[in-house]
């Protein structure tokens, strides 16, 4: 049994009633930096007091981290508990080798389900493949429902919906395929007021809500970020994160818009948490809140993610509800991969073989289980650059397939050393050491251990995650850039 099965149970056994499974609710905002929750301790602010509150009541994890730092292929691996080269949407759904999410995906909502859940979303998918465009949207908008993961109950949403709307208008569809207009309305409001009519109706078995909001995600026509009417005003000379502070970038023009939309999403969850409450379903329902990816304002590359540092790869991951009101900070790294298996876990039912995620839960409760934790995230890139990722507490490790062709090729049989960060003395990441000389006080500053010798250690240690992950064992060469 998971940790929230039990809580449920004990309080149906003292009540005499038979044992209802815990609900879950899983808030997606969509390109959300870790350190814009406040109460991480990271940005000074405070602008954000409904997620301070989930974190001060819940379980929080400081260092989690998505498994791929793109839409599309963030998702599979959230629904899976696969890494995205195992899910086969390694990149943006759209171009004719990228299939979609398959119809036969084992997901989250396909093992609740068989469990009795309901299994309902609202907002952004990302996970429908390209059909022929038959009708305005039919590809961008409805998705048909062998194509959404096992959420077969209420459906309203948009494959892209970054392409379907804007912050004051725009369309969603429904499970029949209907289109619901929205106007005059800011969009993280009207999906919020979705998930509030769910949540006041009657329930006749346990849930499972995805609420996926698009924001803080830009605006991608209007190239930059769309907040509520008079909120970027609000946030005029912000506080500048320091990983963006020595670099180029769109920050210095569109960070005010950001903390804008951040803030939105703060006060939809507040929105959220009245009405569990209102219902009284907040005792009985798991509230998990994270994001696929971060953002690094063009500061790493061309956009604002598909990058392999922190910026794009921290994320928050939050949970409230049974089993995890204790107002707990787990520091162990955790991963995308590993939330479909833990939220299985929290309803006591089996993890399927076929993920490859880790159940945390332990962590919360078990020092033991903390000892052992393989404390390193996997990452895969792509898109922007072909690269395989290695981060633990002390050190990010990038190798990069320069040959690779973005368009077709997954992965790379050959990758060269590409950068390594110690996130100890540059939490930054600033200062590339890869291919760097091995001088004295660079030995002495590392313990005795040269750069050479902890770039080896983790090429091979790369290696052995990509074969786990599913991947070919691939070459990977010194890179000398620094004689």
Known sequence: MGVGAPAAEAA??????????????????DQYRWDFVCAY???????????????????SFQNAFTNQPLCSPARSCLFTGQYATKT??????????????????????TELRKAGYSTNYIGKWHLAPRRPITKPFSWLGYVPPEERGGFLDLWQASNVLELTSHPYHGT???????????????????LTELAVRFLRRKQDKPFL???????????????????????????RNPYVP?????????????????????????????????????????????????????????TRNHEYKRSPQDASTHIPLMIQGPGFDNGRIVQ???????????????????????????????????????????????????QSE??????????????????????????????????LYNNAADPAQVVNLAGRADIPSLVHYFGGRSIRKITDHFRERLIARMVEAGEPRPQIKRWNYYP
């Open 12 to 29: 149906d056994q003292a009540s005499g009633k038979p044992a209802r499974r815990p609900n879950i609710l899983l808030v997606i905002s």
């Open 41 to 59: 301790g990271k940005n000074p602010m405070a602008f954000t007091p409904n997620l301070d509150a989930m974190l001060r009541r819940g379980t």
């Open 88 to 109: 086969g949407v390694w990149t943006l759904v759209g171009p004719p080798n990228i299939p979609g999410l398959s119809p036969d995906a084992i997901t989250l909502a």
């Open 172 to 190: 969603i569809w429904d499970g029949q395929g209907n289109a619901m207009d929205y106007k005059d309305i800011y969009r993280v409001d009207y």
């Open 209 to 235: 809500l995805v609420l996926s909001q698009l924001e803080p995600h830009q605006q991608n026509d209007l190239n930059g970020f769309g907040p509520p009417k008079g909120y970027g005003e609000k946030f």
């Open 242 to 298: 320091p990983d963006l502070r020595p670099f180029p970038g769109d920050w210095p023009y569109q960070l005010a818009n950001y903390y804008g939309d951040c803030k939105s999403i703060d006060e939809s969850m507040g929105r959220i948490f009245q009405t569990l409450k209102e219902e009284n379903l907040d005792d009985n329902t798991i509230v998990v809140f994270l994001s696929d990816h971060g953002c690094h304002f063009r």
């Open 332 to 382: 162990e790294l955790v991963n995308l991969v590993d939330v479909a298996p833990s939220v299985l876990a929290a309803a006591g039912l089996p993890i399927p073989a076929s993920m490859q995620g880790r159940n945390f839960i332990p962590l919360i409760h078990d020092a033991k289980a903390r000892e052992t934790w393989p404390n390193e995230v996997f990452i895969q890139v792509s």
């Open 386 to 419: 072909t690269a395989r990722a290695l981060r633990t507490p002390e050190w990010t490790y990038v190798a990069l397939a320069p040959d690779s062709d973005l368009s077709r090729d997954p992965g790379s049989a050959h990758y060269q050393d590409y950068q």
